[in-house]
């Protein structure tokens, strides 16, 4: 089983109280952050960090409550809100010596890095989200049979107790189910990697729990905030999306469009785990990103 990048240097470092962060560095040049998704680790950017270590600094950090980062109990809606977890990347990279960084993220990741570009609009000088809807768009167009595809979502809504029992009884099947479901390309996880993912994520089940369920709740209020303020993100802004627009019934880049005026929205061929099925797709895309 694997747990590290091979070629990058491990660091342990605080961004709040009792909260600090794996993260992982290498390369030199403009520096660009990277943010994971789930039921994954930072790992999942194994092909795109090595090859952008080429000519940029990268930092890649297990996000609060995954991985090998701290996953600190949830003691109410903002221990797992995307505005703190954000914060927390914010502050590793200043103390990485990056006052000001490109930021990507996939799915969970891309949700952080969406808050980073909203709260940080000073830090972030480019922004890429990976095949993910803002939290306030993702609650609306789920709706009907088509929000079965988010039931995963329904679930860890719930209040503490019940969802974290019923996926700790079954770890390795709720979190591989997603593995397997989204992914065309089996072979882009190989099995030590996958049992990487799964004992990641068996050792974490409450702190992901908390971390979906901000999302139903704070993570709403923070986007409708921004919305009612007319926030947007200033910076250029980069969204790879498989083409979900005709099964849940929206114009993705519209959509974007309303959050992120400078947008080059792109929609890919491979699975919902891109970066590992066709890193040579993101690298183009991060680097086309970071050039605007």
């Known amino acids: 089983?694997?747990?590290?990048?091979?070629?990058?240097?491990?660091?342990?470092?605080?961004?709040?109280?009792?909260?600090?962060?794996?993260?992982?560095?290498?390369?030199?040049?403009?520096?660009?952050?990277?943010?994971?998704?789930?039921?994954?680790?930072?790992?999942?950017?194994?092909?795109?960090?090595?090859?952008?270590?080429?000519?940029?600094?990268?930092?890649?950090?297990?996000?609060?409550?995954?991985?090998?980062?701290?996953?600190?109990?949830?003691?109410?809606?903002?221990?797992?809100?995307?505005?703190t977890?954000?914060?927390?990347?914010?502050?590793?990279?200043?103390?990485?010596?990056?006052?000001?960084?490109?930021?990507?993220?996939?799915?969970?990741?891309?949700l952080v890095a969406f808050r980073a570009g909203l709260d940080h609009p000073d830090?972030?000088?480019?922004?890429?989200?990976?095949?993910?809807?803002?939290t306030l768009d993702m609650w609306d167009v789920l709706h009907g049979t088509t929000a079965a595809v988010g039931f995963h979502l329904y679930l860890m809504a719930q209040p503490p107790g019940l969802p974290e029992q019923m996926i700790a009884a079954s770890a390795d099947a709720f979190f591989g189910y997603f593995l397997d479901q989204?992914?065309?390309?089996?072979?882009?996880?190989?099995?030590?990697?996958?049992?990487?993912?799964?004992?990641?994520?068996?050792?974490?089940v409450p702190s992901i729990v908390a971390d979906?369920?901000?999302?139903?709740?704070?993570?709403?209020?923070?986007?409708?905030?921004?919305?009612?303020?007319?926030?947007?993100l200033s910076m250029p802004v980069t969204v790879m999306q498989q083409d979900w627009g005709a099964a849940l019934g929206y114009e993705a880049t519209a959509l974007w469009s309303s959050w992120a005026p400078n947008l080059d929205h792109r929609t890919v061929d491979a699975g919902h785990f891109m970066a590992e099925e066709d890193p040579a797709v993101v690298v183009a895309a991060l680097r086309d990103l970071v050039r605007r």
């Open 182 to 204: 989204w992914t065309k390309d089996p072979a882009a996880i190989p099995a030590p990697v996958r049992a990487a993912y799964l004992a990641a994520c068996r050792a974490a």
């Open 1 to 83: 089983m694997t747990s590290t990048i091979p070629g990058f240097d491990y660091h342990r470092v605080p961004v709040a109280d009792d909260v600090a962060l794996n993260v992982a560095v290498a390369g030199s040049g403009g520096p660009i952050v990277l943010l994971h998704g789930f039921p994954q680790t930072h790992l999942m950017w194994r092909h795109v960090a090595a090859d952008l270590a080429a000519d940029h600094t990268v930092i890649v950090a297990d996000l609060r409550g995954y991985g090998d980062s701290a996953k600190p109990a949830e003691a109410g809606p903002d221990t797992y809100s995307k505005r």
């Open 123 to 134: 830090a972030i000088t480019h922004l890429a989200c990976l095949d993910v809807l803002p």
């Open 85 to 110: 977890m954000a914060a927390d990347i914010v502050t590793a990279a200043r103390t990485l010596g990056h006052e000001r960084f490109a930021l990507a993220g996939h799915d969970r990741g891309a």
């Open 212 to 232: 979906y369920r901000a999302s139903a709740t704070i993570d709403v209020d923070h986007d409708r905030a921004d919305r009612a303020a007319g926030n947007r």
